[in-house]
């Protein structure tokens, strides 16, 4: 892990501290819920909206001819192995990210529009680490980041948001077969890119890379951009303002 990786972490870590002890203090919700009915229909909204928009920009690249698809095949030992691996990275994430970073900067700023563009900006610059990251990449990451993190403030609870993070990876690399950027970049061990992608098609990359993104994957191209702001939507049209995150206590102080 270099030492990038290592001031990232850092960060995270802080930030996750810093959400508890105010959680212990009765100034936030840590985002769980799970007495409260709806988290079975948070988890599939979340699902479905990013799964629907992901094959929506699956269509558009092989329209356009940047994707070819050179195979069907099921490989179920490929779709276990993402399973596993993307859901239980989708949970860590979103526990650092939003759980940590969000809500730490809502309990700092006592402002949820500010902490929700400062999360989602320190989200997708994290994608520039590594050799294959992209401005572009990141100013998607960036929109991935702010998408997760309406998800939570609209439902006070995130479940909805690592039920979209799991599915755009998920459907992404170990359904769709492209190549998933990020998990490599922080130092995470994490299962080797054969192993969890391409389980049901294998896909040629015509370019260009503004389209594709190359080796980072398809949020590395400029399509994403419409995709992300289609997923936002979505968000918004399936939420509405639930409980709130910030305790009245921590607008007093």
């Given at each position: 892990?270099?030492?990038i990786a290592t001031a990232i972490?850092?960060?995270f870590l802080i930030s996750v501290l810093i959400t508890v002890v105010a959680r212990l203090r009765g100034l936030v919700l840590l985002g769980f819920g799970v007495r409260r009915p709806g988290v079975g229909s948070e988890l599939g909204k979340g699902f479905l909206i990013v799964t629907v928009a992901m094959l929506a920009l699956f269509g558009v690249l092989v329209a356009m001819g940047a994707t070819t698809v050179t195979g069907v095949a099921l490989r179920a030992d490929v779709i276990w192995?993402?399973?596993a691996a993307f859901l239980s990275w989708a949970v860590l994430e979103e526990v650092v990210s939003r759980m940590g970073l969000l809500l730490a900067l809502l309990v700092l700023t006592r402002r949820p529009w500010l902490a929700l563009t400062v999360s989602s900006l320190a989200f997708g610059s994290?994608?520039?680490?590594g050799g294959?990251?992209?401005l572009l990449g990141a100013v998607s990451s960036t929109l991935g980041g702010f998408m997760y993190g309406l998800a939570l403030?609209?439902?006070?609870r995130l479940w909805m948001p690592i039920a979209m993070h799991f599915a755009w990876n998920f459907v992404q690399g170990s359904i769709l077969g492209y190549p998933v950027s990020g998990e490599h970049r922080l130092g995470v061990p994490f299962l080797a890119e054969h192993d969890v992608v391409g389980g049901l098609l294998t896909l040629h990359d015509n370019g260009p890379s503004l389209i594709t993104g190359g080796s980072y994957g398809p949020e590395g191209g400029w399509?994403?951009?419409l995709v992300r702001a289609l997923i936002i939507l979505g968000?918004?049209?399936?939420?509405?303002s639930g409980r709130p995150l910030l305790h009245p206590a921590a607008e007093r102080e």
């Open positions: 892990m270099d030492l972490w850092a960060l192995n993402g399973l994290v994608h520039l680490v294959d990251g992209t403030l609209r439902t006070g399509p994403s951009l968000v918004l049209a399936t939420t509405h």
